[in-house]
């Protein structure tokens, strides 16, 4: 058997096409292996949001062939799609493929090493152990956000049509999966993701739907309304915030200001109670002051986020961005970076005294060992909590768990028979 290694960087758009990409080899006899293992295959879903993002992509390709100098490598996703000479120009047996031609890698991959000309279509998914499916729906980005590369590297827009999709999600549910997570460059592209939901909730069997992350200008009153009464969708968003200083958020080009994210923060908390806000923060965009930072800081702490990823800005090649003059030297970045992480432990943890001695339903992925705690199941509730639950159960089920204590990075409880 052939045996192929994957690894994926950066979104959850990304994990999704990986999945595909591991659903259709393994249904078509490779072995599918950790990427850390000799393999006969590397392929490498890149990212290029940060430069560091850009130097772990190249990190990987270089690891993948010390492990297999023979080896045939397969580059793709954003940063090969920006850089691609750069990519070819590391010596070894290396293979481009664009944002674009990225669906057709399977395809090449079993015609070149099993004589196939085609993937085995109609089989169940390739589950390996999964318990939440990722489902790509769109793609392509328009917006030019000034610091962001992404829509230079998927720039083609494309939607998934709802009969796809619902195929797809009903494809997952009888392959076994409890969870599906919608994923998309931007949501706001998507023709009509309020009449996606409600055909998708149709489903039988479905457990939960999840939506990955959403602009806030995408968060309609119908969107609300919906994850208010539709059971199976999951009380949780991730809607990037980047900055809580309206001066920032216009030199970033956002389209809303501070004060019109907190309204929609207020209105999903008063139509949801319980609902888990994570979000995305850059610190130290060009022209940030102190006084800019310290309004982020505040607006954090009034929101009350649930679990908050915190970026140093890193200038992006191509973007308006980039070209700005108030650099923000590194180890201000560094300082407000720390700063906020702290904050965002704060909050979290804040956020999580709210469900002391209370039942979450808790959908279990592993089974692990804890330092200090020993055996535990890990898993996370309907609203992005992540919980480690000691007691009889099977992994992939969904349990009521009573919290009773805090951990670093996540709460800890009993499962209730």
């Not at 047996?93 to 990225?102: A, E, G, H, Y």
């Not at 790509?136 to 610091?147: E, H, L, N, P, S």
């Not at 939607?159 to 997952?172: D, F, I, W």
């Not at 319980?274 to 022209?287: K, S």
Request: hydrophobic residues 35%.
């Amino acid at each position: 058997m052939v045996k192929v290694g994957l690894l994926t960087l950066g979104c959850k758009v990304n994990q999704s096409e990986t999945n595909a990409l591991e659903e259709q080899l393994g249904n078509c006899g490779f072995d599918i292996i950790s990427f850390r293992k000799h393999a006969d295959v590397y392929v490498i879903n890149t990212c290029s949001v940060t430069s560091r993002s850009d130097r772990k992509s190249r990190e990987y390709i270089r690891s993948a062939l010390r492990r297999n100098g023979n080896a045939e490598i397969i580059v793709t996703g954003c940063y090969s799609q920006r850089e691609a000479a750069e990519v070819r120009s590391i010596p070894g047996n290396i293979k481009v493929f664009s944002n674009t031609d990225k669906k057709n890698i399977a395809e090449y991959l079993i015609k070149e090493y099993t004589g196939k000309k085609e993937t085995n279509k109609n089989s169940l998914p390739f589950k390996n152990g999964r318990t939440r499916a990722f489902l790509k729906i769109q793609d392509g980005c328009r917006r030019f956000c000034r610091y962001c590369i992404i829509p230079y590297a998927r720039n083609e827009l494309y939607s998934s049509p709802v009969t796809e999709v619902v195929g797809k999600a009903r494809q997952l549910v009888a392959g076994g999966f409890r969870e599906v997570v919608l994923c998309g460059i931007n949501f706001g592209y998507y023709d009509n993701l309020p009449g996606l939901l409600e055909e998708l909730c149709l489903i039988k069997n479905l457990d939960r739907l999840r939506i990955s992350s959403i602009e806030p200008v995408d968060v309609s009153g119908r969107l609300i309304q919906l994850i208010k009464n539709l059971p199976v969708i999951c009380p949780h968003l991730h809607i990037p915030l980047q900055s809580g200083s309206d001066r920032v958020l216009e030199l970033m080009g956002r389209g809303y200001t501070s004060g019109e994210y907190g309204q929609l923060i207020d209105s999903l908390r008063t139509e949801i109670p319980g609902m888990g806000i994570t979000t995305d923060v850059i610190v130290g965009f060009p022209g940030e002051t102190e006084e800019d930072f310290r309004r982020t800081c505040d607006f954090v702490r009034k929101t009350g986020f649930s679990k908050i990823h915190v970026f140093r800005y890193s200038p992006r090649p191509g973007t308006e961005a980039a070209k700005m003059k108030e650099k923000v030297p590194e180890a201000v970045k560094k300082e407000r970076s720390r700063e906020l992480l702290d904050l965002e432990a704060q909050e979290r943890t804040r956020f999580w005294k709210g469900y002391m001695k209370k039942t979450l339903d808790v959908l279990l992925e592993k089974e692990t060992s804890i330092p200090g705690l020993g055996a535990h199941f890990t898993g996370f509730s309907d609203n992005y909590i992540k919980v480690a639950a000691r007691g009889k159960a099977a992994v992939n089920s969904i349990v009521p768990v009573r919290i009773e204590s805090m951990g670093e990075n996540q709460v800890v409880g009993e499962i209730l028979n």
